[in-house]
């Protein structure tokens, strides 16, 4: 069983920055693509970054994109998304996911039924 657990979340001022982990134990962690999520209030949750099992391709939802960067260190079995130039509508609570079965999706595919593994997400509030 792969346990993903979140942390780095908080309250930011609009413009400021945040650094997101997600750690992962139980499961071959290097061998598995990643995701960001998240879920604002009264919202659906929506698809924010990918990064493939080898760290080479990312993908980001065009509303982050410039803004955000999802990285993974497969020694320390972490992911990570920095977050900059943070904005009011960027508030929300942020997922990360695990997708075991890499072979099956393409590195642009956002649907959330590609990730099989999730953590309990970490708050993330940026006031204006």
């Known amino acids: 069983q792969v346990l993903?657990?979140?942390?780095g979340g908080g309250l930011v001022q609009a413009g400021g920055s945040l650094r997101l982990s997600c750690a992962a134990s139980g499961g071959s962690?290097?061998?598995?693509?990643?995701?960001?999520f998240?879920?604002?209030?009264?919202?659906?949750r929506e698809f924010v970054a990918s990064i493939s099992w080898s760290g080479v391709a990312t993908h980001y939802a065009d509303s982050v994109k410039g803004r955000f960067t999802v990285s993974r260190d497969s020694a320390m079995n972490t992911l990570y998304l920095q977050m900059?130039?943070?904005?009011?509508e960027d508030?929300?609570?942020?997922?990360c996911a695990a997708d075991p079965e890499t072979w099956a999706y393409s590195d642009?595919?956002?649907r959330?039924?590609?990730?099989?593994?999730?953590?309990?997400g970490t708050q993330v509030?940026?006031?204006?």
């Open 84 to 88: 900059n130039s943070l904005k009011p």
């Open 4 to 7: 993903l657990v979140e942390s």
């Open 112 to 120: 959330e039924d590609r990730f099989d593994y999730w953590g309990q």
């Open 125 to 128: 509030t940026v006031s204006s």
């Open 29 to 36: 962690f290097s061998h598995y693509a990643m995701g960001w």
């Open 91 to 95: 508030t929300a609570v942020y997922f």
């Open 108 to 110: 642009s595919d956002e």
């Open 38 to 44: 998240r879920q604002a209030p009264g919202k659906e």
